[in-house]
C-alpha cells in the first residue's frame, strides 16, 4: 500500500501523458462531482471531447470551475495532462488565489504503455507522436516540480499506481472537534501576575507552569504573550505548561513571530518591547529559551472551534480566510488588514475588516488595543492594553460573557493614548450587499429562508423610498393564513376549521384574539431620547416610531412626534414591568380610514358609488323589461339581489371609516409584546403573558376600540379556548358570530404556548360581512367556486415571514448590529411582495 | 355595466323600433352574448313606436375576469377582485359593445339601408361612467361630436360627504348622430375616459383604433390626448410586486409610483427638447387615419393634476412673448452637462437617473467616457432602457453606459470610482431624516472628486400659478423643498463633513426678488482643482 496524503481542503493535480490512467485513478479514488477533467469541458463547450479547437475554452471553463469549489472550500481533482509547467502554473496560481493547498499526483508510466492503451481507444485516434511528446515534457518536468509551488508532488510508477490509496490530512487549523467551553484571552504581553489572577477569576487553578479548570474548559490565547511587560518568560511558562498539558491553546501573534525571528539571529529592528522580552528570556536556562523558540516558532495562525463557528486568530479574520492556508492568510491573521498609510502616531492605519464581516462564525482576536470590547458583526477585540495600564479581558465561550481585572500598573507607555478615536463604520450605515440580489437568511426558527432577487428589488424600492430609518425598523409583521375553508352553507371562513386543525397538531390551548379591522402597527417606544440613543442609536432626539406594514411611517406630517410621546406616556407602567427603557409592541392602529382614506375612497367607496348607482337602473330597466312581458329569466332577481349586497359592502368598509382630527380619535390596540431589553419575548413568552402585560396599559379588556376616550391605547378583546372542551369551543364559535354580527372583522386564534416547527403562529377567521370588501360585494354568490381556494402558498409563506421576524427579534434582543437585524427585516418585506392569493 | 340607447320617432320617420334594425337585435327578445369576463345582454326595457330604447347589460363576473387572462393574469391584487368593473361603463363594457354590436357599427343594415347613413335622434344613457378628468374632459370629448351633454358627478359616499365627489359620472347623450358611428365613438371613448390600467387587455389595439376612429376620429380637437390614453392603457408595465407592496401597506399604488418625468416637456421640430422619443404606435395611428405623424403630438391640456408637467415649466416670468422659452428640466439638463463638463469629468454617474434625461445627454458627448445611473426604482430603469433605446443601442456606445437599481441610503461599491456624481432634482425626495445616510454614502463612501445637486428653490414657487391652495411642493412625492439658504446651509455643512468645498448656480430665470427656480451646488473634494480656481 502507497499512501498518498492529500489535503482535506484544496486542489489535486493529475499530471500524466494520454493514456496514463489518470481518469481510472480518479474515479477509483475520488467522488465523480470532485473530479473536473479536461476532456469533460471540451465536450461541454464543442459537443466534442477530441476538439483540439476548443482546448482554449475549456480551460478557460475548466479554471471557472475549479475556482468557484475552491471558494466554496471543496476539494478539487484536476485531470488534465498537465505535463508542461504553465499548464500547472495556473493551476497552482488558482490555487494561491482561493488560499489553498494544491497537491500533484504523477502517475509516471512508460511510454509504450499509453501507446498501447490508447490505441484501444477509437476516440483517441491520435498517434503515439503525441504521447511521446507529452512524455517528453513530463520527464523535464519531473526534475522541476518541487519548484512549483505545490504543497508535495507525490510521484506514483509502476504498481504504486494500483496499490496507493489516498488519505486526507486535515489543515492544522482546523480544530472544529473542540466545543469547548473556552476562555479566549485578549493580548498578554508579558503581564504573568494579571494572567493568573485573570485565570483565577474565570475559575482556574494555577499551579507552577500550568493551570486547569475544574469544569474543564480550555483556554484560548489570543498571541502576543510576549514583549514589552514585565515577566514574558513567567507567561510563556505557564501558557506552555497549559498547551502541553491539553488545558490551553495558542494562536500566532505578531510579537511571537518577531521575537522567534530575533532569537534565531534574524536581522530585526528591535522595538515595541522587543528589548524587554530578549533581555529577560537571556536571563533564563538554555534549555528554556530552546522550548520557548520552538513553542513559538510552532504556533499557528488561527483556529477553527465548535465546529467552524468559532475563530480565534491573533488580529482577527475575514470570512474569505477561514480555515485557509496562505502566506496573505497568515499574514492578515497576524498583521490583520493595513491600508498602507500610518496614522499620526506612525501606526499602521488597519482596514476595518470586522465591519465588512458578514460570516456565520464569531471570530475572536486582539492585537488592537480597545478602551471596551465591543461585538462588531460578531467578532471581538479583546485586547483591553492590560500592559498599558488598561485591563486584561477575557471571553467565556458559548456564554459570551466578557470577564476582565485591571492592570496592576502601566507596565509599559503606549504610542497611541488608550481609546484614541478611530474612523470606522457608522452603526447606521447599511451596504447594498446587505439586502440586494438572491439571499439566503438563516434563522434559528425556520431553517435558511431564500428570498429572490426580483422580491428583493421591490422591497429596497419601497423600503428605501418610504420606510423609516432602518434603526427603528426592527420588525416586519409577518403575513396570516385563514384556516382550511369552511363547508357551512353561507360562510367561507368560520372557527370550527381553526379549532381543529390546532388540536391536530397538537395545541391543547388557544388564544382567540379580535381582529381589529384598522391598519397594523409597529409601535417602537423608549422611555426617554437617550434610551433611544442606547439601544437604537437615533441621536436625533426622537424616542420612537410607529409604522404600517411596510415600513412607511403613520401620519408623515408632525402627528408622528406627538403620537409617539403620548404613547410613551402611556406605556409608562411598562418600563417596570419589562425592566427594559425600550418596547416593541405588535399593534393595529384605528380606524382603518387614517390611513387608508386614499385607498378606501378610491377602490372601496368607489366600488360602493358606482354600484348604487349602476345596479338601481339595471332593476328598473330589467323591471321595465318584464313589464313589457320579456322573458328576463331569475336576472331581475340577482340584479335586486346584488343591489343588497353592494349597499352590504358599503355598509361594511363604512364600519371601520371614522373621522380623525389630529390624533382625536386614533387608537392603538396593542396585543403583542415583541421584545424589550435582552429578551425577544414574541418568540418566548405565551400569549396569556402578553396580554396580561399589555392590560397595564389598555385595562380590562372589556370596551370595544371604538369608545370615546382620551386613551390612545386601547384593548384587544380576547378569549381563552381548551381544544378539549367542546363547550368552549362552542361558547368561541357564539363570541366570534357575536362580533362579526356587529361588524368585526373577526378573530385570529393562536396557539397560547409559543409553537415551533411546521404549526402556524396564528390563522384568522374573517367574517362573513367582512368578506365582501375582500372577495367582493357579490361572493356570497358564488361560494362553491370560491371554496376551490388553495393554501398551501400562504401557509408556507406565514410560516416563512414568522420565522424571520422572531430571527429579526431575537437578534436584536441580542444586541446585533443593525444590518443583522435588517437583513431578516427586509426579508420579510422581500417575501410579502411574492405572488399569493391577496384574497387570503 | 349598463347602457341605454333611445330614439324616438318625429313626424316624418319611421316607428322608433326601426332602432331593432340598426343594431340588429330584435326588441322583443333578451339575447345573450358570452364574452371572456361575463355575459352581454341586450333587451328592450321599452319599445313602442313613440320611443324605443336598447339596454347592454353587461354582467361582469369578478373571478372570470380575474382569470380570464390565464396563466399570465398577475394574481397579485385585491383591486382585482374588489374593483367597480361589474358596476361602471368601463372598458370592459367598451368591448362588450363591440363585439355585440359589431355589424351596427359598421353601419351595414340591409333592412333599413338609408336610416343606418343618416343621422337620427339618439339619447345615451350610462348611469356610473368612471372619468378621469371630471365631467369637464367628457364635454370636450363628445361636444365636438355634435352632442347635447349632460353629466353629474356622483358622489362617493353619502356617508362621507368630505369624501367629495367620485370619479364617476351619470352621463346622458342627446344628439342627432349616425348609430354607427355613435357606438363607434363609444367605442373609443369610454376606455379613454376610463383610463385604468388593464392588466387583461391585449390585442391590436392600434389597428382597432384606427378602424373605429374612422370618420370621426381625424377631425378630433382632442385626437392627440384620445390616442394616447387609447393605446396608454396597454403600455402600463406590470408592477405586480411593487403593486403588492402597495397594497400590503394600505397604500394607492399610483400614490407611490416613483416620480419619474415629472415635467413632460414640448417636443420641439428639431426634436432636441423632446424627452420622449416618439412612439412608433402614435405614428401607426396617425398613418392609418391618413395623416402625417407630426401633426399630433404636442398637447398637454386637460390631463388629471398630476400630468402637472405642463404647469412646472415656468410660464409666468418674464422672457419676452418673442422670446423661446426653454422649459425649465431642460435648462437643469443642461446646466448639469455644463457643470461636469466644465470640472473636467470624464466618467459620471447620475444618481437617481429617473428616466434617463441627463444619461442621454450625456451619452450624447464622447467626452464622457464612462456614464452610469443607477435608480431605486425598477419602473424608472425600465423606462429609461426604452427611452434610452438600450436594445438597440451601437455597442461602442452602449460600453460607456450602465444601468443599475441601487438606493442613496444603502453604501454601494457600484457608486464609487466615477469623476462626477450627479444628484439632480433627487435630494427633495428623500425624507429629511434620512439625508445623513444619503450624505454618508455619496460623499462619504462613494467619494467622487465633484458632486453637482440640483434641488427646487421653494422661494420661487410664489411665481407658480399651480401652487398654493392645497398644494404647497411642487411634485407629491416632494418631501420637502428648500430656500436658498437652507440650501446653502445643508450645503456648506455636508461639505464640511466630508472635506468637499461647495459653489452655488442658479439654473433658469434668476428673478431678482425670489431667486431662480432650480439651485445648484457644485461640490469638490477639497484640494481637487474645479471651477473658478484658474
Known amino acids: ?840 | 355595466m349598463l347602457l341605454t340607447i333611445s330614439t324616438v320617432s318625429s313626424v316624418t320617420s319611421r316607428p322608433a323600433t326601426d332602432l331593432g334594425f340598426l343594431l340588429h337585435k330584435h326588441p322583443d327578445r333578451v339575447q345573450e352574448f358570452a364574452q371572456s369576463f361575463g355575459t352581454a345582454r341586450v333587451f328592450y326595457p321599452e319599445a313602442t313606436e313613440r320611443r324605443c330604447t336598447a339596454a347592454l347589460l353587461l354582467d361582469v363576473d369578478p373571478v372570470r375576469l380575474a382569470r380570464s387572462h390565464g396563466k399570465t393574469a398577475p394574481d397579485f391584487s385585491l383591486g382585482q377582485y374588489v374593483n367597480d368593473r361589474p358596476y361602471a361603463a368601463s372598458s370592459l363594457l367598451a368591448v362588450a359593445l363591440g363585439d355585440v354590436f359589431r355589424t351596427a357599427r359598421t353601419g351595414r343594415c340591409a333592412a333599413r339601408p338609408e336610416l343606418a347613413e343618416a343621422p337620427m335622434p339618439l339619447e345615451i344613457r350610462l348611469p356610473a361612467l368612471p372619468c378621469r378628468g371630471g365631467a369637464a374632459l367628457a364635454h370636450r370629448l363628445f361636444e365636438p361630436l355634435g352632442w347635447e351633454i349632460a353629466a353629474e358627478a356622483l358622489p362617493l359616499d353619502e356617508g362621507f360627504p368630505e369624501w367629495g365627489d367620485s370619479r364617476y359620472v351619470r352621463l346622458a347623450l342627446r344628439g342627432e348622430v349616425r348609430l354607427a358611428d355613435a357606438l363607434n365613438q363609444l367605442y373609443v371613448l369610454l376606455p379613454v375616459l376610463d383610463d385604468a390600467k388593464h392588466y387583461w387587455l391585449a390585442g391590436d389595439e392600434v389597428d382597432k383604433l384606427v378602424r373605429a376612429g374612422g370618420g370621426w376620429l381625424a377631425g378630433h380637437p382632442e385626437k392627440g390626448l384620445i390616442t394616447r390614453r387609447y393605446l396608454g392603457r396597454r403600455r402600463a408595465l406590470e408592477r405586480t410586486a411593487f403593486a403588492r407592496l402597495a397594497e400590503l401597506g394600505d397604500d394607492v399604488e399610483e400614490a407611490l409610483e416613483p416620480p419619474v418625468d415629472e415635467e413632460v416637456v414640448p417636443e420641439r421640430e428639431d426634436g432636441v427638447a423632446g424627452t420622449d422619443v416618439g412612439d412608433p404606435e402614435t405614428a401607426a395611428v396617425a398613418e392609418g387615419l391618413g395623416e402625417h405623424a407630426d401633426e399630433h403630438t404636442s398637447e398637454h391640456g386637460g390631463e388629471a393634476p398630476h400630468d402637472s408637467a405642463a404647469s412646472e415649466t415656468p410660464d409666468g416670468d418674464a422672457t419676452g412673448p418673442e422670446a423661446v422659452r426653454v422649459p425649465l428640466n431642460v435648462l437643469r439638463r443642461d446646466a448639469v452637462v455644463a457643470a461636469v463638463e466644465e470640472l473636467g469629468a470624464r466618467t459620471v454617474i447620475d444618481l437617481g437617473c429617473g428616466s434617463g434625461q441627463l444619461l442621454t445627454a450625456l451619452l450624447a458627448r464622447p467626452a464622457f467616457t464612462r456614464i452610469a445611473g443607477a435608480d431605486v426604482s425598477t419602473h424608472a430603469l425600465a423606462i429609461a432602457a426604452r427611452k434610452l433605446r438600450l436594445d438597440r443601442m451601437p455597442d461602442a456606445k452602449r460600453a460607456r453606459l450602465e444601468l443599475f437599481q441601487g438606493a442613496l441610503t444603502y453604501a454601494d461599491p457600484r457608486f464609487a470610482g466615477y469623476d462626477a456624481a450627479v444628484l439632480m432634482e433627487v435630494i427633495e425626495h428623500v425624507d429629511p431624516p434620512r439625508l445623513p445616510a444619503l450624505e454618508r454614502v455619496v460623499f462619504g463612501t462613494a467619494k467622487p472628486a465633484h458632486v453637482v445637486v440640483t434641488t427646487p428653490n421653494r422661494e420661487y414657487n410664489v411665481r407658480y400659478d399651480f401652487l398654493g391652495e392645497g398644494r404647497a411642493m411642487r411634485h407629491p412625492d416632494h418631501r420637502f423643498e428648500w430656500t436658498r439658504a437652507e440650501f446653502a446651509a445643508w450645503a456648506r455643512a455636508v461639505a464640511d463633513r466630508y472635506g468637499y468645498r461647495v459653489a452655488f448656480r442658479a439654473v433658469g430665470d434668476d428673478d431678482p426678488d425670489v431667486g431662480p427656480p432650480t439651485q445648484m451646488a457644485v461640490f469638490s473634494v477639497a484640494g481637487e482643482r474645479s471651477e473658478g480656481d484658474g
Request: net charge negative; proline share 5%; glycine share 10%.
Open chain 1, 1 to 840: 500500500m502507497v499512501e498518498v496524503k492529500v489535503p482535506e481542503m484544496g486542489l489535486v493535480v493529475l499530471v500524466g501523458v494520454s493514456g496514463s490512467g489518470k481518469s481510472t485513478f480518479a474515479a477509483r479514488h475520488f467522488a465523480p462531482t470532485q473530479v473536473i477533467s479536461s476532456d469533460f469541458c471540451r465536450g461541454l463547450v464543442s459537443d466534442d471531447e477530441n476538439d483540439q479547437s476548443a482546448t482554449p475554452d475549456a480551460f478557460d471553463l475548466l479554471h471557472h470551475i475549479v475556482g468557484v469549489r475552491l471558494r466554496r472550500g471543496l476539494l478539487t481533482v484536476v485531470d488534465a495532462t498537465n505535463v508542461q509547467w504553465d499548464a500547472r502554473k495556473k493551476l497552482v496560481e488558482l490555487a494561491k488565489s482561493h488560499d489553498v493547498l494544491a497537491d500533484a499526483i504523477v502517475l509516471d508510466v512508460p511510454e509504450s504503455v499509453a501507446i498501447a492503451r490508447n490505441a484501444v481507444r477509437p476516440d483517441r485516434d491520435f498517434g503515439p507522436r503525441v504521447v511521446a511528446r507529452q512524455s517528453k515534457d513530463l520527464r523535464r518536468s519531473l526534475a522541476r516540480m518541487s519548484k512549483d509551488g505545490f504543497r508535495r508532488v507525490h510521484v506514483l510508477r509502476g504498481d504504486e499506481i494500483d496499490r496507493a490509496v489516498v488519505a486526507y490530512e486535515r489543515a492544522w487549523t482546523d480544530k472544529t472537534e473542540l466545543t469547548g467551553p473556552f476562555d479566549i484571552i485578549g493580548d498578554v504581553h508579558g503581564c504573568r501576575s494579571e494572567l493568573e489572577a485573570l485565570l483565577r477569576a474565570l475559575g482556574w487553578e494555577v499551579g507552577a507552569g500550568g493551570a486547569v479548570h475544574p469544569e474543564g474548559r480550555t483556554a484560548v490565547f489570543v498571541g502576543d504573550l510576549v514583549d514589552r511587560g514585565p515577566d514574558t518568560p513567567g507567561v510563556l511558562r505557564l501558557v506552555m505548561g497549559m498547551v502541553a498539558a491539553g488545558t490551553a491553546l495558542c494562536v500566532s501573534g505578531n510579537h511571537e513571530q518577531k521575537l522567534v525571528r530575533a532569537l534565531n539571529g534574524r536581522k530585526v529592528t528591535v522595538a515595541h518591547g522587543l528589548k524587554e522580552s530578549l533581555e529577560q528570556l537571556a536571563a533564563e536556562p538554555e534549555e528554556f529559551q530552546r522550548e520557548a523558540r520552538a513553542f513559538m516558532d510552532g504556533l499557528i495562525s488561527h483556529y477553527r472551534l465548535d465546529g467552524g463557528r468559532l475563530v480565534v486568530a491573533h488580529a482577527g479574520l475575514k470570512e474569505a480566510y477561514h480555515g485557509r492556508a496562505s502566506g496573505r492568510v497568515r499574514s492578515f491573521a497576524l498583521y490583520g488588514d493595513t491600508t498602507g498609510e500610518t496614522d499620526e502616531y506612525g501606526l499602521p492605519v488597519r482596514y476595518p475588516w470586522a465591519e465588512e464581516y458578514r460570516g456565520r462564525a464569531t471570530v475572536v482576536y486582539g492585537h488592537t488595543p480597545v478602551p471596551e470590547p465591543e461585538w462588531v458583526n460578531n467578532t471581538i477585540c479583546l485586547d483591553t492594553g492590560a500592559v498599558f495600564g488598561g485591563r486584561l479581558t477575557a471571553l467565556r465561550y458559548p456564554e459570551r460573557e466578557l470577564v476582565s481585572v485591571p492592570a496592576e500598573k502601566v507596565w509599559y507607555e503606549s504610542v497611541r493614548p488608550l481609546g484614541a478615536p478611530k474612523a470606522g463604520r457608522e452603526p447606521g450605515a447599511l451596504r447594498i450587499g446587505d439586502v440586494s440580489g438572491t439571499r439566503y437568511v438563516d434563522t434559528r426558527f425556520g431553517g435558511r429562508i431564500k428570498v429572490r432577487e426580483e422580491n428583493g428589488a421591490a422591497a429596497l424600492e419601497v423600503m428605501s423610498r418610504f420606510a423609516v430609518d432602518p434603526r427603528w425598523l426592527v420588525y416586519l409583521p409577518p403575513t396570516m393564513a385563514p384556516p382550511e375553508t369552511s363547508t357551512l352553507d353561507g360562510f367561507l371562513e368560520h372557527p370550527a376549521e381553526a379549532f381543529e386543525e390546532f388540536a391536530a397538531a397538537g395545541v391543547t390551548r388557544v388564544v382567540c384574539e379580535e381582529k381589529h379591522m384598522g391598519s397594523r402597527a409597529i409601535a417602537v417606544l423608549a422611555r426617554t431620547p437617550e434610551a433611544a440613543a442606547k439601544r437604537f442609536g437615533i441621536t436625533d432626539g426622537s424616542a420612537g416610531a410607529v409604522y404600517t406594514r411596510t415600513g412607511r411611517p403613520f401620519f408623515g406630517d408632525g402627528r408622528m412626534g406627538e403620537l409617539v410621546d403620548r404613547l410613551r406616556e402611556e406605556a409608562r407602567p411598562l418600563w417596570d414591568e419589562l425592566v427594559s427603557d425600550w418596547v416593541v409592541l405588535d399593534c393595529e392602529l384605528l380606524p382603518w380610514s387614517a390611513k387608508a382614506e386614499e385607498l378606501i375612497r378610491g377602490q372601496y367607496a368607489s366600488v360602493g358609488a358606482a354600484a348604487r348607482a349602476a345596479l338601481p337602473d339595471a332593476v328598473a330597466a330589467l323591471s321595465a323589461a318584464a313589464g313589457r312581458g320579456l322573458d328576463v329569466g331569475d336576472l331581475l332577481e340577482r340584479t335586486r339581489r346584488r343591489l343588497d349586497n353592494a349597499t352590504r359592502f358599503r355598509d361594511a368598509y363604512a364600519q371601520y371609516c371614522w373621522p380623525v382630527s389630529g390624533l382625536g380619535g386614533v387608537r392603538l390596540a396593542p396585543f403583542q409584546v415583541l421584545a424589550c431589553e435582552g429578551r425577544a419575548t414574541a418568540a418566548t413568552e405565551p400569549h396569556s403573558w402578553h396580554l396580561e402585560v399589555l392590560s397595564l396599559l389598555t385595562g380590562e379588556p372589556g370596551g370595544s376600540p371604538e369608545a370615546t376616550t382620551d386613551r390612545l391605547f386601547a384593548p384587544t378583546r380576547h378569549v381563552f379556548v381548551s381544544l378539549d372542551s367542546e363547550r368552549e369551543r362552542a361558547e368561541a364559535v357564539e363570541w366570534w358570530s357575536a362580533l362579526t354580527e356587529a361588524g368585526g372583522e373577526g378573530m385570529v386564534v393562536k396557539p397560547v404556548d409559543v409553537v415551533t416547527g411546521r404549526v402556524q403562529p396564528g390563522l384568522k377567521v374573517r367574517g362573513r360581512e367582512y368578506l365582501r370588501i375582500i372577495y367582493g360585494p357579490d361572493y356570497t354568490e358564488s361560494l362553491d367556486v370560491l371554496r376551490r381556494r388553495f393554501l398551501g402558498r400562504k401557509r408556507s409563506l406565514a410560516l416563512r415571514e414568522h420565522a424571520l421576524g422572531m430571527e429579526a427579534l431575537t437578534r436584536l434582543a441580542e444586541g446585533e448590529p443593525l444590518w443583522r437585524v435588517h437583513e431578516p427585516v427586509f426579508a420579510v418585506l422581500a417575501l410579502e411582495s411574492e405572488p399569493v392569493d391577496p384574497r387570503l
